[in-house]
């Protein structure tokens, strides 16, 4: 599979080599009663709760990797963290009790970062749909609690085209990376994956 997508963009090598672990994920219990519409209020708790440990573990590193700066790309403006505070506390959990239970290895590449951050903000492509399905939890004062696949709502469209451009660049001035990056990718959705089947 991979000698047959070497003359392709990483883009296209990506959403073809990752779509067996993008399609396993999606097969997980969790992830088909997420997009029925259909999750409960404490199955959807469950799963904001990993969620918010994987970012908490994650985006931090990310943002942290010093190559950023020979990049127009802020990856500040592409975390979710935030939303997915917003979300628990509004269901009312405080999220000071939840710790990450392993830390990004210090020997993760800035390309595998890369094809992780690939996995994170291309998930904000289908939450305006998956929020959509979720306005039956509601929380404080009775609204809904969407915020993290809200993303960045009307934004959300922009800051995907940014990091596309950013991958188009990085694969320009680094094409050896390219391998690393997908590598990147499968362990992330290998990882979300694993996350959900841990639920109950």
């Not at 942290?64 to 500040?76: K, R, S, T």
């Not at 975390?79 to 020997?107: C, H, V, Y």
């Not at 903000?121 to 306005?135: A, C, H, I, N």
Request: aromatic share 8%; net charge negative; charged share 20%.
């Amino acid at each position: 599979m991979l000698s047959d997508t070497q003359n392709t963009s990483l883009r296209t090598r990506l959403k073809i080599l990752t779509k067996p672990f993008h399609d396993s994920l999606e097969a997980t219990p969790l992830a088909i009663v997420l997009a029925s519409g259909e999750i409960s209020r404490e199955q959807y708790i469950s799963y904001l709760k990993a969620l918010y440990i994987l970012h908490k573990r994650v985006e931090p590193a990310i943002c942290a990797m010093p190559e950023w700066e020979n990049y127009l790309l802020d990856p500040h403006l592409h975390m979710r963290l935030d939303l997915l505070i917003a979300d628990l506390e509004a269901l009312g959990i405080f999220t000071e009790s939840l710790t990450p239970n392993k830390i990004l290895n210090t020997e993760d590449s800035f390309a595998k970062a890369i094809g992780m951050l690939y996995v994170l903000e291309g998930s904000t492509m289908g939450g305006k749909l998956l929020s959509q399905r979720l306005t039956h939890i509601k929380g404080k004062e009775n609204f809904p609690v969407n915020n993290y696949f809200n993303a960045y709502e009307h934004q959300t469209i922009k800051r995907w085209g940014e990091y596309c451009n950013f991958l188009s660049e990085y694969e320009h001035k680094n094409p050896q990376d390219s391998s690393e990056i997908i590598l990147g990718a499968c362990s992330m959705f290998l990882e979300i994956e694993e996350i959900l089947l841990a639920i109950n």
